[in-house]
């Protein structure tokens, strides 16, 4: 069932430090995008990533591409 309500989460790999995002990725099947927010302000502002876009930047961050912060 999809709604148009994002459900956000916050990675398990966050160590709760404050510096996280939160993204709604049941929002992908019914609008193809996946929205991303700053997990201190959630009243603020959202930036809606493409789908295809976001899948590319999580296999990115997986294969090490843009090394260690």
């Not at 069932?1 to 709760?16: E, H, K």
């Not at 992908?28 to 876009?53: E, I």
């Amino acid at each position: 069932m999809t709604t148009d309500s994002p459900r956000w989460f916050t990675s398990s790999y966050s160590n709760n430090g404050g510096a996280c995002v939160e993204v709604a990725a049941n929002l992908v099947a019914a609008h193809g995008v996946v929205p991303v927010r700053d997990s201190k302000n959630p009243g603020g502002p959202v930036l809606d990533v493409a789908a295809p876009a976001f899948a590319s930047f999580v296999a990115g961050v997986r294969a090490g591409r843009f090394g260690a912060l």
